[in-house]
């Protein structure tokens, strides 16, 4: 019996991680039985692909990067459909990237079978558009246990395989270690700070969080606050850090963010998939986010959902609070963060809401890479006639 041969298309760094996690579980559970083509990054590569063009020319963020590069990428296109159909894999995987990846596939209806990672947050925004993706892809692999059933009612076939932060490290921090490392006494607060980790919304974010963390100093002369940030934006978020009037300490290291997130008392966020780890990590948490006021206009007017946050999303209720837009203020941030830096009752009314969502989330189950390679190989299965889960 041949080989599968699987051509999977990664265009950014977090589909790279997701596809070499697929790459790794699909060798385990074939005993190696498997080929790989396609496109993808230096984590798909240490996994054995050899990507057909370097996967940043796909990594473009925004009308202004995407622009000079259009001619490129319907090259690019064209000659990703060319090679699919001259190769015949057995099944294409596209992972994200909907830009380029459902361009692609939209193209290969009566080629290949097709198999799109990453649901689009069709529920969030003008829903729709999920129509559309019924005729892009054959089979859907979603991060969020409520996807599935969203998308069964435009016609998707939808499978939720899980989030790649239940394996990303989230709850398997260290606080004795930290708090020895930095020095920090084991009755002193922590406060972890998460500005995000875009330029926009640090330059946007910082000034209010500054001053509410100062606020919070005023009352809690003893307190600690921990910024994890990311190598491009230590310089910006340090410098800042020098001003506060609190002993700040900065994090790189993914590892140290964990071991920050397990020692801390409290946590304050901007909206994004930190929020996920927080609360996998057990860290009680406040989500604050403000954008432009014009785009938070349309994002009002467009968005279908009562939450911002993943984590109040997923649960169908507020388990963090939500300060967004008019509500980011200096004073409504510190009177929540203070309230679970001296609540124990708040904090573990959130920590209940946790373990409720770490149930949703499938956490102590199969990981998401192998929940994603079971589903490849039962479509694989179904397309050739083998008996799913076997090479």
Not at 131 to 149: G, I, S, V
Request: proline share 8%; net charge neutral.
């Amino acid at each position: 019996m041949t080989r599968p041969l699987v051509f999977l298309i990664a265009g950014e760094p977090s589909g790279d991680v997701l596809g070499a996690r697929l790459m790794a579980a699909l060798k385990r559970r074939t005993g190696g039985e498997i080929d790989f083509a396609g496109i993808g990054g230096p984590a798909m590569a240490e996994e054995g692909l050899v990507s057909r063009f370097p996967m940043s020319e796909l990594s473009l963020l925004g009308i202004a990067e995407i622009l000079p590069h259009i001619p490129q990428l319907r090259r690019r296109i064209a000659e990703t459909i060319a090679g699919i159909k001259e190769l015949k894999p057995d099944l294409l995987v596209t992972i994200d990237a909907p830009a380029f990846c459902l361009r692609v596939s939209r193209q290969l209806s009566q080629i290949v079978p097709r198999v799109h990672y990453v649901a689009p947050q069709h529920w969030a925004w003008r829903p729709g558009r999920a129509h559309d993706l019924a005729r892009a892809t054959d089979h859907l692999m979603a991060l969020l246990p409520f996807e599935p059933e969203f998308f069964a009612r435009y016609g998707v076939d939808c499978a939720f395989v899980g989030h790649p932060v239940v394996e990303g490290g989230a709850g398997q921090g260290d606080a004795a270690r930290f708090r020895r490392r930095h020095a920090i006494p084991e009755d002193s607060p922590v406060l972890t700070v998460l500005l995000g980790s875009r330029r926009g919304e640090v330059r946007r974010l910082l000034p209010v969080f500054e001053s509410a963390v100062g606020r919070l100093h005023q009352v809690m002369p003893d307190l600690r606050v921990v910024l994890p940030t990311v190598p491009h934006l230590a310089p910006q978020i340090g410098a800042a850090a020098e001003a506060w009037p609190m002993p700040t300490i900065l994090v790189e290291d993914r590892l140290d963010k964990f071991d920050a997130f397990a020692a801390s008392t409290a946590a304050l966020a901007a909206s994004g998939t930190v929020a996920l780890e927080l609360a996998l990590s057990g860290t009680p948490s406040v989500i604050a986010y403000r954008v432009h006021a014009l785009t938070g206009l349309l994002v009002k007017l467009l968005l279908n959902v009562r939450h911002v946050s993943l984590i109040n999303i997923i649960t169908g209720r507020e388990i963090v609070p939500e300060l967004i837009q008019g509500n980011c203020r200096p004073d409504r941030i510190a009177d929540e963060i203070g309230r679970l830096l001296t609540d124990p009752a708040a904090r573990a009314a959130q920590r209940a809401g946790f373990e409720e969502l770490a149930r949703r989330m499938g956490v102590g189950g199969p990981s998401p890479g192998d929940r994603a390679a079971a589903y490849v190989q039962d479509v694989l299965a179904t397309s050739s006639g083998r008996q799913p889960g076997t090479p």
